[in-house]
């Protein structure tokens, strides 16, 4: 079993739907990120988060430590929202330990 | 400037060549990473520089050689490489220490023939 689980695998939403990836992770840590990836590699970080929530325009990123678990949420889903979210923890000896990753895609 | 600049884009490179990745931050971070990403699956930690000094090697073979130059630079030096070391290699830099948010660059697309 993965130290950090993601769900779904793959997502296909229309566009102005509400979108949600979850990750749910097993061992302790200090921090967690969600990172974009959109085709052509470079990676975005989108937000980390130790706790509670935080928003950025249409993303709003939520963590309970207690039930180790975060979810990203997309509001207004667009077109160019469509890549792939990574969920990654910092956990032990201050590694990142990637989730597989969610494929979003978003149809106009 | 939040940004991470990588050279080459891309790489196409022979068995037998030797090649140089070159990664350049200017944020002031003094930690420096090298990941290497294979089709769909997420990024691995191959190296970690802290204060320009190595502090983790993810037991990497040693035809990759990391170089850290100076605290804006991080180099991947590339020898006698195998088929299966096609990937994209990216790189990170964060504060230290390694657990604080770090910074992408777009990624060198390295093809070995």
């Known amino acids: 079993k993965n130290e950090v689980e993601q769900s779904p695998q793959n997502l296909t939403a229309q566009e102005g739907e509400f979108i949600t990836i979850n990750c749910s992770y097993s061992?302790?840590?200090?921090?967690l990120h969600w990172l974009q990836q959109h085709p052509g590699g470079g990676i975005v970080s989108l937000f980390m988060?130790?706790?509670g929530k935080k928003k950025h325009g249409r993303l709003i990123a939520t963590i309970n430590i207690q039930e180790k678990h975060s979810s990203l949420h997309i509001t207004a889903s667009h077109p160019r929202d469509s890549a792939v979210y990574i969920c990654?923890?910092?956990?032990?000896?201050?590694?990142?330990?990637f989730g597989e990753g969610t494929q979003l895609t978003v149809n106009p | 400037d939040t940004e991470v600049t990588q050279t080459p884009k891309h790489l196409v490179m022979g068995m037998t060549n030797k090649k140089s990745l070159k990664c350049e931050q200017h944020?002031?971070?003094?930690?420096m990473y090298w990941y290497k990403q294979k089709a769909k699956k997420p990024p691995e930690l191959m190296f970690v520089?802290?204060?320009?000094?190595?502090?983790i090697n993810e037991s990497v073979p040693s035809r990759f050689s990391p170089e850290c130059p100076n605290s804006s630079l991080l180099n991947l030096h590339l020898h006698a490489l195998q088929p299966e070391d096609s990937a994209l290699y990216l790189c990170?830099?964060?504060?230290?220490?390694?657990?604080?948010?770090?910074?992408f660059g777009p990624g060198t697309r390295l093809t070995v023939t």
């Open positions: 061992v302790g840590i200090s921090a």
């Open positions: 944020m002031g971070h003094r930690a």
């Open positions: 990170a830099s964060s504060q230290p220490p390694q657990g604080r948010e770090q910074y």
């Open positions: 520089y802290s204060y320009e000094k190595l502090s």
């Open positions: 988060l130790s706790s």
């Open positions: 990654a923890v910092i956990s032990s000896g201050s590694r990142l330990t």
